[in-house]
């Protein structure tokens, strides 16, 4: 919505470039194509931890600030900063040694950015690093997925421009200010698009309602899918209340295909369409053959899917 400039409001929840793992990716972004930016630079130097201390950031710092020069011209030089022990020096100069490797090949019009993206994360192992702040398995798998979400949104921008480059996806995904309340509801009373969960959904009423993410892995999702029974009826309660906010007109869509890590994968179409449709027997089979997290391709329906209710 922000390409087609569609305005559009959040309603109940945070925006995706709000979160903490996209911040970060972004300020990784930042910083190879600009790396005299002081804000994402100091953002990223230590995260995930590399061995560059807050002593070692400060030194660098207070270089630049009395030389008026980008912390980045000190870390190049960071030998000639004082009191800095030798693992500081080593973790500053591995540091800039990647940025500045990741920056040539980025001047090559035969990478894809979101190959380069998805090296990035995978050197500088974030992956692990969430698992090593967060315990639940749940609240792990959610953030990756924020930086998988990254990632494809970068391919995605490579996919619909001509001429893309770095600053330009930048650009492009500029962080919009946090709007306050009643700054929403006027926008919504000028037929902004609401965008909100369906949990946050429940008690509202809209004209017009587009239930988006009709497929296996996401409604129901996966986890709901690995434990089956009640978890499966909790997702069916979740597609009633989407259903019923709909005053006028229901459209149900899904995606036959999903960019993940810059690729597309092929998704199946939810049990509950079908079940919607009429087409239990369709529903049951759909439950029988998908594992978890949607990947069976045992389950998908000849020709070009299901048609979208109205």
Same mark, same amino acid.
């Given at each position: 919505?922000?390409?087609?400039?569609?305005?559009?409001?959040?309603?109940?929840?945070?925006?995706?470039? @709000?979160?903490?793992?996209?911040?970060?990716?972004?300020?990784?972004?930042?910083?190879?194509?600009?790396?005299? @930016? @002081?804000?994402?630079?100091?953002?990223?130097?230590?995260? =995930?931890?590399?061995?560059?201390?807050?002593?070692?950031?400060?030194?660098?710092?207070?270089?630049?600030?009395?030389?008026?020069?980008?912390?980045?011209?000190?870390?190049?030089?960071?030998?000639?900063?004082?009191?800095?022990?030798?693992?500081?020096?080593?973790?500053?100069?591995? %540091?800039?040694?990647?940025?500045?490797?990741?920056?040539?090949?980025?001047? *090559?019009?035969?990478?894809?950015?979101?190959?380069?993206?998805?090296?990035?994360?995978? #050197?500088?192992?974030?992956?692990?690093?969430?698992?090593?702040?967060?315990?639940?398995?749940? #609240?792990?798998?959610?953030?990756?997925?924020?930086?998988?979400?990254?990632?494809?949104?970068?391919?995605?921008? &490579?996919?619909?421009?001509?001429?893309?480059?770095?600053?330009?996806?930048?650009?492009?995904?500029?962080?919009?200010?946090?709007?306050?309340?009643?700054?929403?509801?006027?926008?919504?009373?000028?037929?902004?698009?609401?965008?909100?969960?369906?949990?946050?959904?429940?008690?509202?009423? %809209?004209?017009?309602?587009?239930?988006?993410?009709?497929?296996?892995?996401?409604?129901?999702?996966?986890? *709901?899918?690995?434990?089956?029974?009640?978890?499966?009826?909790?997702?069916?309660?979740?597609?009633?209340?989407?259903?019923?906010?709909?005053? @006028?007109?229901?459209?149900? *869509?899904?995606?036959?295909?999903?960019?993940?890590?810059?690729? =597309?994968?092929?998704?199946?179409?939810?049990? %509950?369409?079908?079940?919607?449709?009429?087409?239990? &027997?369709?529903?049951?089979?759909?439950?029988?053959?998908? =594992?978890?997290?949607?990947?069976?391709?045992?389950?998908?329906?000849?020709?070009?899917?299901?048609?979208?209710?109205?």
């Amino acid at each position: 919505m922000r390409r087609r400039q569609l305005p559009y409001v959040l309603l109940g929840g945070q925006s995706f470039f @709000d979160r903490k793992e996209v911040r970060d990716l972004l300020a990784y972004l930042k910083v190879l194509s600009k790396p005299r @930016d @002081d804000v994402p630079l100091l953002r990223i130097i230590n995260t =995930p931890p590399r061995g560059i201390g807050q002593r070692t950031v400060e030194s660098a710092v207070r270089q630049s600030v009395a030389a008026q020069q980008p912390v980045w011209e000190s870390l190049k030089k960071v030998k000639s900063l004082a009191g800095l022990s030798d693992a500081a020096v080593t973790a500053v100069e591995k %540091f800039v040694e990647m940025i500045g490797r990741y920056r040539r090949r980025l001047r *090559s019009r035969k990478v894809r950015l979101a190959q380069v993206a998805g090296e990035l994360i995978d #050197e500088i192992r974030y992956q692990q690093e969430i698992q090593r702040i967060y315990d639940s398995p749940q #609240e792990q798998e959610s953030r990756w997925g924020w930086v998988e979400q990254t990632v494809s949104a970068v391919a995605s921008y &490579e996919k619909q421009t001509k001429r893309a480059s770095l600053q330009g996806f930048i650009e492009q995904t500029a962080l919009d200010p946090q709007e306050p309340d009643d700054e929403k509801q006027e926008q919504l009373r000028r037929n902004a698009i609401a965008l909100l969960t369906l949990h946050a959904a429940k008690g509202l009423e %809209f004209p017009q309602v587009y239930l988006v993410g009709l497929e296996e892995g996401l409604l129901p999702h996966h986890r *709901s899918v690995d434990l089956d029974g009640e978890a499966i009826d909790e997702e069916r309660r979740l597609c009633y209340v989407g259903i019923t906010r709909a005053q @006028d007109r229901l459209t149900l *869509s899904l995606a036959l295909s999903r960019m993940k890590w810059g690729k =597309p994968r092929e998704s199946i179409p939810s049990r %509950f369409l079908y079940e919607i449709t009429g087409r239990a &027997e369709k529903a049951q089979q759909v439950a029988r053959g998908t =594992p978890a997290g949607g990947r069976s391709r045992a389950a998908r329906p000849k020709g070009r899917g299901p048609k979208r209710p109205r």
